[in-house]
C-alpha cells in the first residue's frame, strides 16, 4: 500500500450494549462477558497527517479538557503500537472530533483507539490486513475491536471474541447524557459488592455467561417492541447504586413512551430504545423539557472506515 501525502479521515461508532451478563469474578481479576453490542450513529472523527512526533487534539461538542494528550492516551497507545508492529519511524498528528460522551459507557475512547489504526494503516500505508488489526484493537481493550467492526456482534471472553449477528433494519435510539462519567472498574467492583450483599437472593453466577435467545431473535426480527422486552445490563444495579440520580431518569423515559430503557456498559449514558423515529422525536422533546441533555441515535451502522475530505 502507497502511503497516503494527505491526512486520513476516519469515523469510528459509539456503542450501546443490548445486553450484558458479567460472569463471576476470575483469580486474575477480570470477568467474561457475553453481551451484545450495537454500533450507532454518534461518532468520532479522527483524521491522521504525518508528523515527526505523536500527538493529539480534541474539538467537537463534548467537554474534552480532562482528556489526557500524552502517551497514557488511547489513541497515542493505538499509533505507536501500529508503528512498533510495523517498524514505521515517523509519527502522527491525531485531531479528534468528539461526539461520544467521556467514561459513559458508549466506547467512545475505543471508537478513538479503532479509527487511529485505520487511519495510521493509510496514512502511513503500513497495509497489515483486518485480523492484525483486531489483533492489536483487542490489545488496547475490549470495545475497540467492536469498534473496527461496527453493526451488531456477540461478545464474549472480555467482550473481544466477535460474532456477527444479524440485525434487520434499523433501531431509533434516544441517549441521555450524564454531567459526570463514571469508571468502567469501580462500577465492576461494586456488581462484585452486591452479589456479596445479596447472594442468598441471587442465583449463583455463572462463570461463561451467555446472551439470551430473545435478543438474537428480535434482532433478525427488526422488532423494536421485541428487543425491548429483552434488553438487560447486569452493571445497571452497581451503576443506578453509585449514581442514583439515574433511577428517576429511566422512570421519566419510560413514563414519555420509551419502550425500555437501560444504563449501556458500565454508565452513566442512558440509552431508550423506541418504536420509531416519531416517538424517538417525541421522546426527545420530552426528556430536553426536563433539562437533560439529550441526542438521537440510529443503528447499527459501519465500523471505522475511511472518509472523503
Known amino acids: ?26 483469580e486474575d481479576g477480570y470477568h467474561e462477558v457475553a453481551t451484545a453490542y450495537q454500533a450507532v450513529s454518534l461518532a468520532e472523527d479522527v483524521r491522521a497527517s504525518h508528523a515527526p512526533d505523536f500527538s493529539v487534539t480534541f474539538d467537537g461538542p463534548i467537554d474534552c479538557t480532562g482528556l489526557a494528550t500524552d502517551g497514557s492516551n488511547i489513541a497515542i497507545k493505538a499509533a505507536r503500537m501500529l508503528a512498533r508492529r510495523t517498524g514505521y519511524r515517523g509519527g502522527v498528528h491525531l485531531d479528534i472530533t468528539k461526539r461520544v460522551p467521556i ?10 483507539a479503532a479509527a487511529t ?29 467492536f469498534a473496527l467492526m461496527g453493526g451488531t456482534a456477540i461478545g464474549t471472553g472480555r ?3 466477535l460474532s456477527p449477528a444479524l440485525a434487520k433494519g434499523s433501531f431509533h435510539w434516544v441517549l441521555v447524557l450524564a454531567e459526570h462519567g463514571m469508571s468502567t472498574p469501580v462500577v465492576y467492583d461494586e456488581l462484585d459488592k452486591h452479589r456479596e450483599r445479596h447472594a442468598l437472593d441471587i442465583y449463583p453466577v455463572s462463570t461463561v455467561p451467555s446472551v439470551d435467545a430473545g435478543v438474537l431473535q428480535a434482532l433478525r426480527a427488526g422488532d423494536p417492541h421485541m428487543l425491548a422486552e429483552s434488553m438487560h445490563n447486569d452493571l445497571q444495579a452497581p451503576a443506578l447504586h453509585l449514581s442514583p440520580g439515574l433511577g428517576g431518569v429511566l422512570e421519566l423515559g419510560e413514563r414519555n413512551g420509551a419502550l ?6 458500565s454508565g452513566p449514558t442512558i440509552a431508550f430504545l423506541t418504536a420509531d423515529l416519531d416517538n424517538a422525536i417525541s421522546l426527545q422533546i420530552a426528556l430536553s423539557a426536563a433539562r437533560l441533555t439529550v441526542l438521537r441515535a440510529t443503528g447499527p451502522v459501519h465500523g471505522a472506515r475511511i472518509l472523503p475530505d
Do not use: Y
Open 103 to 112: 467514561a459513559g459507557g458508549m466506547g467512545g475512547g475505543s471508537a478513538d
Open 260 to 265: 425500555a430503557g437501560i444504563v449501556s456498559g
Open 1 to 26: 500500500m502507497t502511503p497516503s501525502a494527505a491526512p486520513v479521515h476516519v469515523r469510528s461508532p459509539g456503542k450501546i450494549n443490548l445486553f450484558m451478563r458479567v460472569g463471576s469474578l476470575q
Open 117 to 145: 489504526l485505520v487511519a495510521c494503516d493509510t496514512l502511513w500505508g503500513t497495509d497489515v490486513g483486518r485480523d492484525e488489526l483486531h489483533a492489536l484493537a483487542a490489545r488496547l481493550g475490549a470495545d475497540v475491536p
Open 159 to 161: 467482550g473481544d471474541q
